[in-house]
């Protein structure tokens, strides 16, 4: 069972960074597909970002161009870099952890068994 720790949430203005890390009790080896989602009051969980084990990338239409997922496995974390933040990104950010999931479910949330606890983006307007 892979834990996973999200840092990185806070309040910014539209427009504002953030970028958010997720750190893993274990080494997040090229057999791993990792993933950023999010949470708003009264929506489904949507994903946002994710990474296969071949190093591809899918993103969510919302989020292209301004945001970016990346790993850094010698330091077992996964990042997502959040630019040009509109409140509408407002969520409880989470990331996710599993193996062997195909490409093109890989912004599919129950593809994933490993979760994070979370951690809240704010963006007012």
């Known amino acids: 069972q892979v834990q996973l720790a999200e840092s990185g949430g806070g309040s910014v203005q539209s427009g504002g960074s953030l970028t958010l890390s997720c750190v893993t009790s274990t080494y997040t080896s090229s057999s791993d597909c990792m993933g950023w989602f999010r949470q708003a009051p009264g929506n489904e969980r949507e994903g946002v970002a994710a990474i296969d084990s071949d190093g591809s990338i899918s993103y969510a239409d919302s989020v292209k161009g301004r945001f970016t997922i990346s790993q850094d496995n010698a330091k077992n974390t996964l990042y997502l870099q959040m630019n040009s933040l509109k409140p509408e990104d407002t969520a409880m950010y989470y990331c996710?952890?599993?193996?062997?999931?195909?490409?093109?479910?890989?912004?599919?949330?129950?593809?994933?068994?490993?979760w994070g606890q979370g951690t809240q983006v704010t963006v007012s307007s």
């Open positions: 996710a952890a599993d193996v062997g999931i195909p490409f093109r479910w890989l912004l599919l949330q129950k593809e994933y068994d490993n």
